[in-house]
């Protein structure tokens, strides 16, 4: 070859290509060793030898991927910004890596930063409109609140990947984002009869269950989960406090105080108030009552307490026997009782509450009344 007709390329291009592959071959091996330390939790080594591979190699493969794992490693550290540089520098080298852009989004996605999350998503669809890619952009328009374009997201995953179960499931949390829970229940469903072992779309079933207002059947997600997964149980036991938290509140026994005088409540039709109180042998005369009610559930105290959120009156029985007076006509010696009580006291250490209300004689001084069946 003529010297002095040769192309720089032809000079130098096999020098280069052979220190190019040596650079590869360094970054590789620093890689490698990076990866090690990853997977023996030191992260600090594994970031230092992950910038070794890039250093050396910046656009090559090796590098691509120590970005990746350098980015997951300071993620186990709290350094979420570190990762999302870290991703944001190996896009710049390979824009159409869509793994970068799904993993870059779900560092986002921690962030609670949904917008640039969603565009990340994107991003990663456009490059690769696979089913993960779908199901991660799909979590992108639920995080946002774009419930109508998730469940657009997830129909494409179920069409996708219809042995998998994740396109239900994403399906089920989306509808119930939107409160239909019948579609979402559905959805749960079907993600459970292809993987009959999905802890999670139970767990979410067993949520709009209890939002829909069905929590027996919710209860019996719980006893599905403990089953399931006897050794962690965290699932069961976090849908059973949901259960517990958003029932009704109940009263689950009655008590006769001892500081005040007892309401008897087991007395029948026809007593008479003298039975209740000497205090009222004379017309007109008044005496203060009490009962205490346990609750199973700790409660507003500022609500409990509220005069006017309780109410004062005759049972109204369907069945025969079971109203005020055994459902019989009223004898004209009945007395009414005031429907709004005099004062309530909430003890929070005992979850009870005890109601004081007023009880009068009559003017004839013989007045009756049903302790039995009094609401």
């Known amino acids: ?69 350098m980015a997951r490693s300071m993620i186990t550290q709290g350094n979420t910004q570190g990762a999302i540089d870290a991703y944001v520098k190996a896009l710049k080298i390979a824009p159409n890596r869509d793994d970068l852009h799904t993993q870059l989004g779900n560092v986002y996605t921690t962030n609670t930063d949904t917008a640039n999350a969603l565009t990340q998503y994107q991003l990663a669809v456009k490059y690769n409109p696979n089913a993960p890619n779908n199901y991660s952009l799909g979590q992108g328009y639920l995080a946002a609140g774009q419930y109508n374009d998730a469940i657009q997201q997830f129909l494409k995953v179920q069409q996708q990947d219809p042995r998998n179960a994740y396109g239900y499931f994403g399906l089920g949390q989306a509808y119930a984002k939107q409160g239909n829970y019948t579609d979402a229940i559905t959805a749960f469903k ?25 929590p027996s059947q ?88 509220n005069l006017y959120n309780w109410n004062i009156s005759r049972a109204a029985g369907t069945g025969r026997g079971d109203g005020y007076n055994n459902n019989m006509t009223l004898p004209s010696t009945e007395v009414a009782l005031a429907p709004t009580p005099t004062a309530v006291y909430y003890n929070q250490q005992d979850q009870t509450a005890t109601v004081l209300f007023n009880i009068s004689q009559n003017a004839t001084a013989n007045g009756t009344i049903d302790p039995s069946h009094i609401d």
């Open 1 to 69: 070859m003529d010297i002095f007709s040769a192309t720089a390329s032809d000079l130098f291009s096999p020098v280069d290509n052979t220190a190019s592959t040596q650079m590869q071959s360094l970054s590789q091996r620093n890689l490698v060793t990076g990866l090690n330390q990853f997977q023996a939790g030191h992260y600090d080594l594994a970031i230092a030898s992950f910038k070794r591979a890039i250093s050396v190699a910046p656009t090559s493969d090796s590098a691509l991927n120590a970005y990746d794992y």
């Open 190 to 214: 079907n993600a459970v009869g292809v993987n009959n072992g999905y802890l999670e779309a139970y767990s979410e079933m067993g949520y709009a269950y209890v939002d829909s207002g069905q």
């Open 218 to 305: 919710a209860q019996d997600v719980v006893s599905t989960l403990n089953t399931l997964s006897p050794k962690d149980t965290t699932l069961a036991g976090n849908l059973s406090k949901y259960i517990f938290q958003q029932s009704n509140p109940k009263m689950t026994a009655t008590y006769t105080p001892t500081l005040y005088k007892p309401f008897l409540s087991k007395l029948g039709p026809d007593t008479r108030l003298t039975a209740m109180s000497n205090y009222l042998l004379n017309a007109g005369s008044q005496q203060t009552f009490a009962m205490t009610f346990q609750f199973n559930k700790k409660m507003d105290p500022a609500s409990v307490e």
